[in-house]
């Protein structure tokens, strides 16, 4: 389900051109990361692991370009 989420997220990145909803993902990836910590440490740290990829391509990925109409 992760792996989803994070294709989810990265498509959602691409398409839209939107930083912030990926970023929901990145907290939701941490916060199951650190609940699964002591019980889970593999689905703890492909959470973080998963995160950090969804992050830096938020950040960094494709960004559109803005134009701007100037109404005369």
């Known amino acids: 389900m992760l792996i989803v989420a994070t ?5 959602f990145r691409i398409k ?4 912030v909803y990926p970023l929901v993902f990145v907290w939701a990836f941490i ?3 650190v609940q699964n910590l002591s019980n889970a ?3 703890a740290y492909s959470a ?4 950090t ?3 830096v391509i938020a950040i ?4 559109k370009q803005l134009t701007f109409l100037y109404v005369r």
């Open 7 to 11: 294709i989810l997220a990265i498509v």
């Open 16 to 19: 839209e051109n939107d930083i």
């Open 31 to 33: 916060g199951i990361g």
């Open 41 to 43: 440490p593999l689905v």
């Open 48 to 51: 973080f692991f998963l995160a």
């Open 53 to 55: 990829i969804v992050f």
């Open 60 to 63: 960094f990925g494709k960004r």
